[in-house]
């Protein structure tokens, strides 16, 4: 896979506000924030898009996902609510092909589904 920004970010080569990191995923905030809270969650093996996942990378997935929600509760949003996203490809608005979760929350959240 062809390096991409987070490739350059995970390895310190350009800066990022990180706000966790473990053996498996680093998570930093959004350099264009949509939310008053706005963090990736990037999984340090680079696969670039969700439709590159294996069934060996489902432990991962769910990493993603806990590392999420455990940052929501430590910061205090997580029972006010949050909104997680994968952005897939061209139709899904994906413009960094290193598969991320999006976490956005920390207010009222615009443009949910059935709004
Ligand atoms: P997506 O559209 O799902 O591929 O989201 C990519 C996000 O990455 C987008 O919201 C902006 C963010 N982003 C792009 N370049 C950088 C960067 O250099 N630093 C940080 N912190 N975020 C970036």
Redesign the pocket.
Known sequence: MADT?FDK?IRRE?P??FVYEDADLVA?????P?APV?V?FVPRKPIATLNDLTPEDALLVGKLVLAATAYAKREGFAEAGYRT?F?CNHDG????FHV?L?LLGGGPLRGGFGQ
Request: glycine fraction near 4%; aromatic fraction near 4%; hydrophobic fraction near 45%.
């Open positions: 920004i970010i350009i990022a506000d930093f905030r959004d350099l264009h949509q706005h990736l996203v952005n608005g994906q413009t960094v991320h999006h």
